[in-house]
């Protein structure tokens, strides 16, 4: 990439904003970089060399990475016919936009690709597939993809559903655990304030230790559970029943038809 034939961001909200971010921290020259966002405050001072606009301009990308929200995707698209040709790598992380749409794009390697919210502070998990791409491209895209966080490639665009229910949309899921931990805990009795800040912070602190442990979660659950304990207990509604195993299964499944969905 460069000042030439530069990377194109178009969108640049939390995902994408993130991303930019991201590429300027791990020092990439902002002149390679072009961002269209409509809703860009062209006012802002910004890094020197980085060129801003609202709408697309007369340049050909070397890669166009389109962040912009699935269901404005559609009327983005037609709109960046000039910037790409048969060598422009695109790479997509809009949700249910198929490779069969992002190649009305132009004829170059495309790269779908699911990210989750925990981008926003370079800790995203991103899954990927490529079509028509060379290894080097998948090389590039996953140093750029990289910019939110850890990246996992697929080899079947249609894993891609799965990977949008289980990565995608998992930050709600554990969110929505720290909620029902907390309401657990006040109707054991615990304040409210109490309650929030216990379930927020071992959620926190779990995350942390299985980051840095080598340890696989089976392995950590047992160390936390001492035989006729109290997480013996606990665990033997969640675990030992598969309730939630359960749950989490009908969950995932139900992310994926809808993704399926978005994408038909």
């Not at 709109?79 to 060598?87: A, E, R, S």
Request: hydrophobic letters at 45%; a negative charge.
């Amino acid at each position: 990439m460069s000042p030439e034939r530069p990377l194109l961001l178009v969108g640049a909200g939390n995902m994408g904003g993130a991303m930019l971010e991201g590429w300027l921290n791990a020092g990439t020259d902002p002149r390679s970089i072009v961002v269209v966002d409509p809703a860009a405050d062209l006012d802002t001072p910004r890094r020197p060399g980085l060129r801003v606009y609202t709408s697309p301009p007369d340049v050909v990308a070397h890669t166009v990475v389109l962040a912009v929200k699935p269901q404005s995707m559609a009327e983005v698209l037609p709109t960046l016919q000039g910037n790409v040709d048969g060598d422009t790598i695109v790479i997509s992380i809009a949700a249910g936009i198929t490779v069969a749409k992002l190649k009305t794009l132009g004829r170059g390697p495309i790269v779908r690709s699911i990210p989750n919210t925990p981008a926003a502070i370079g800790q995203g998990m991103t899954c990927a597939v490529a079509i028509d791409a060379t290894p080097h491209v998948i090389e590039i895209a996953n140093e750029l993809l990289g910019a939110l966080g850890k990246v996992a490639w697929v080899d079947d665009e249609g894993l891609i559903d799965a990977a949008t229910a289980v990565s995608g949309s998992g930050p709600a899921y554990v969110f929505h655990l720290v909620e029902a931990m907390t309401a657990a805990g006040e109707a054991a009795g615990l304040p409210s304030d109490v309650a929030a800040v216990l379930a927020r912070q071992t959620v926190v602190g779990a995350g942390a230790l299985l980051a840095r442990s080598p340890l696989d979660p089976a392995t950590l659950r047992r160390n936390v559970t001492s035989p006729g304990g109290t997480t013996a207990a606990a665990l033997s509604v969640l675990a030992d029943t598969g309730a939630l195993t359960e749950l989490m299964t009908r969950a995932v499944d139900a992310a994926a038809r809808r993704s399926r969905e978005l994408g038909s």
